[in-house]
């Protein structure tokens, strides 16, 4: 028997194993561990390694289940509490906008009546006017910032000592 | 159909993040979440770490499980990420890590002198040489294995776990399923 066919044969024996194999390739296969006393050797060793590794025990931890179960339960309890402030800061956000859209050309000329009366250059009002609007975006960013910043600091426990 | 349902309702849970039904998932998920974790990093301890912070994650983050995929196959995704993110943190140098060995980081495998932590928890109840034949596969192979023949995931759901394509997949499952027959043949050969 030449070496492609074994080739073959050890290439089904794994692609049946792993995705399935066609109806007549299988055929073919069966026929030829019928004949090849290697190849079937091989099939008992594939089909011995997975059994074991199907059947392989690990022993959990002591109380894993209920521990994990804790620390999410606190977790929850404090997600629970940020809860409130973050929708208050949003609300708050977005009050802070609605008033800043609407206030705009008010604002706008308050900018250039103040430029014209203390003779400050047109882009510095201007620019205090841009300022003014990206105060609440600003704001937001930094809390947001701030957030991350806790959070990763509050992660670090996974890296340490390791 | 059932399956649906199912996610549908665990899906809905963690969007409210419902607390007995996180208590109900970490029960009935520890066991395979933590051999996945075990065998992906091959460390009880670091196991156990990660296993906390997965469930963490899943508190945190349940609303983007939308519940049209297994919740098996978005848990060990998460998990997965919190593994390679903490390798890349400690920058991979020490130990066996879920870097592909044909690729340009070379795999630097623990002394196999000495019973690694993988060894010590496995040889505890398991009387086969599996154990010592998983811990010389690579992580990398290791995990598709556990992932394909122990959480019979389908190579689908495991491309999206290990963000790879299906290609990838089958060929770390081909080289992973040789690797583990020649060293268990070579195990009960020795």
């Known amino acids: 028997m030449s070496a492609n066919v074994h080739g073959r044969a050890l290439q089904l024996i794994a692609q049946a194993r792993v995705e399935g194999i066609a109806e007549a390739n299988s055929n073919w296969l069966r026929a030829h561990l019928e004949e090849c006393d290697f190849c079937a050797e091989h099939v008992r060793h594939t089909d011995r390694a997975l059994q074991l590794l199907r059947t392989a025990a690990i022993p959990l931890p002591d109380g894993l289940a209920s521990r994990t179960q804790f620390r999410v339960r606190l977790r929850a309890m404090e997600l629970r509490e940020r809860e409130p402030q973050r929708r208050a800061l949003w609300f708050t956000c977005a009050v802070s906008w609605a008033f800043g859209i609407a206030s705009a050309p008010y604002v706008w000329r308050l900018f250039a009546w103040f430029g014209e009366r203390t003779g400050v250059p047109k882009l510095v009002w201007e620019l205090g006017f841009g300022l003014w609007w990206a105060i609440p975006a600003v704001f937001v960013a930094v809390v947001l910032l701030m957030e991350n910043a806790r959070r990763e600091a509050e992660q670090d426990w996974m890296r340490q000592g390791r | ?190």
Not at chain 2, 37 to 44: A, D, E, P, R, S
Not at chain 2, 109 to 134: D, F, G, I, M, R
């Open chain 2, 1 to 190: 159909m059932l399956m649906t349902d199912e996610t549908k309702t665990i899906a809905r849970g963690l969007r409210r993040r419902d607390p007995d039904l996180l208590d109900r998932l970490i029960e009935q998920y520890q066991y395979r979440l933590f051999r996945y974790l075990l065998y992906v990093t091959g460390n009880k301890d670091r196991a156990e770490d990660f296993f906390q912070e997965t469930w963490i994650r899943v508190l945190e983050r349940g609303h983007q499980y939308d519940g049209k995929s297994k919740f098996e196959a978005w848990l060990f995704a998460i998990a997965r990420h919190l593994v390679i993110d903490w390798q890349r943190s400690k920058k991979a140098q020490s130990l066996d890590t879920l870097t592909d060995p044909e690729q340009d980081h070379p795999l630097q495998l623990a002394n196999e002198k000495e019973p690694s932590p993988l060894h010590q928890v496995l040889s505890q109840e398991s009387e086969e040489n599996v154990q010592a034949s998983l811990q010389r596969i690579p992580a990398i192979y290791r995990e598709v294995l556990v992932l394909r023949f122990q959480e019979e995931l389908q190579i689908d759901e495991m491309a999206g776990v290990l963000c790879v394509p299906l290609s990838t997949v089958k060929s770390r499952l081909y080289r992973g399923l040789e690797a583990l027959r020649s060293q268990l043949q070579r195990g009960a050969a020795s």
